[in-house]
């Protein structure tokens, strides 16, 4: 038989999450603070808790997706005698300080942790381009990689349990810069009759990918650090092209609100001497900021 789960949460994400662990024929069982929520889950053979400590009881990996951090405490918290000898894996999104104190707290009631992050939306779950973030307890993640894989592709990255939720926000900030930028790209071309789609799929998102590229180099100059003068595009030049988007975005009646931060930091960064390098120059600034 396949490892009994139990899932708390019946949101988007954790009705998801009870379907792809019923549809590989793990035994599921799930509580979730409103009744009744996903009744398309009772059709595929679901159990529902009437408590939460019912539902840790019965299965050895317990698997919660929750709104945050506060709800998790709260939810565990009258049950926490009944984690011991589990494994338990929260995929609620939340800080590394907070995934931490979880670990601890998890250890206190004698069960193994592990955090993770989860790189897909709802309707990917199951699917080939989803995966999820894991750290903590690398035992318990080799215990139950196979029936976490139901879920997404699962990547360990780390004993800290913290790690997963500082690298689920990295990637996040990545995804937030473009969809910003991209929101900003949107509202300038759509000051004028330009199609918006025309203009993403024949433009944008070819630009984008292209530049993709870049990114692998300015990793690399910041691990390694760059040759003298190898910045093919160089920052100084970067923040004097920069006042022009600025510029535009006003002309076009478009709130730069988007843009003015990096141009700022472009700024600083060349003040501070560094307008020959290139934009690990910007990383280094940041990391400066406590
Ligand atoms: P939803 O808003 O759809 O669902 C929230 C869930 O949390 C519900 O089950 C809700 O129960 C429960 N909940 C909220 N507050 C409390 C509380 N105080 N006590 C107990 N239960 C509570 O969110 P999602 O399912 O979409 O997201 C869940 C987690 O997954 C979040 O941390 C989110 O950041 C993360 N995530 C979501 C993604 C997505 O695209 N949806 C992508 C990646 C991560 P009730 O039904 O009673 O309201």
Not at 186 to 207: C, G, M, Q, R, Y
Not at 212 to 240: F, H, V
Request: glycine share 10%.
């Amino acid at each position: 038989m396949k490892t009994p789960v139990t899932v708390l949460g019946l949101g988007a994400m954790g009705t998801a999450l009870a379907r792809a662990f019923l549809a590989a024929g793990h035994p599921t069982t799930v509580w979730n603070r409103t009744p009744g929520r996903s009744p398309e889950l009772d059709e595929l053979g679901v159990t529902r808790a009437a408590t939460v400590a019912d539902a840790l009881a019965v299965s050895p990996l317990i698997v919660v997706c929750l709104l945050n951090d506060d709800s998790v405490r709260t939810t565990l918290a009258p049950a926490a005698t009944e984690l011991s000898d589990r494994t338990l894996v929260n995929l609620t999104n939340g800080t590394p300080a907070q995934a931490r104190r979880t670990a601890d707290w998890a250890a206190q009631q004698g069960a193994e942790y592990l955090d993770g992050g989860i790189m897909a939306v709802p309707v990917m779950i199951g699917g080939p381009a989803a995966f999820i973030l894991y750290s903590g307890s690398e035992v318990a993640f080799e215990r139950h990689q196979a029936a976490l894989a139901e879920l997404a592709r699962p990547q360990y990255v780390g004993s800290d349990p913290g790690f997963a939720a500082l690298h689920d926000l990295a990637l996040l900030s990545g995804m937030y810069g473009m969809v910003g930028g991209a929101a900003h790209a949107l509202a300038l071309v759509s000051s004028e009759k330009i199609s918006p789609t025309a203009f993403t799929n024949d433009l944008l998102i070819p630009w984008l990918t292209a530049m993709l590229g870049t990114l692998s180099q300015i990793a690399a100059d910041l691990e390694y650090g760059a040759a003298p003068g190898a910045a093919g595009s160089n920052l100084a030049m970067q923040a004097t092209a920069y006042v022009n988007l600025i510029d535009a975005s006003v002309d076009q009646g478009v709130d730069p609100a988007m843009v003015t931060p990096m141009g700022e930091l472009l700024d600083r960064t060349v003040a501070e001497g560094h307008g020959d390098e290139d934009l690990a120059a910007i990383v280094r600034l940041l990391r400066k900021v406590s």
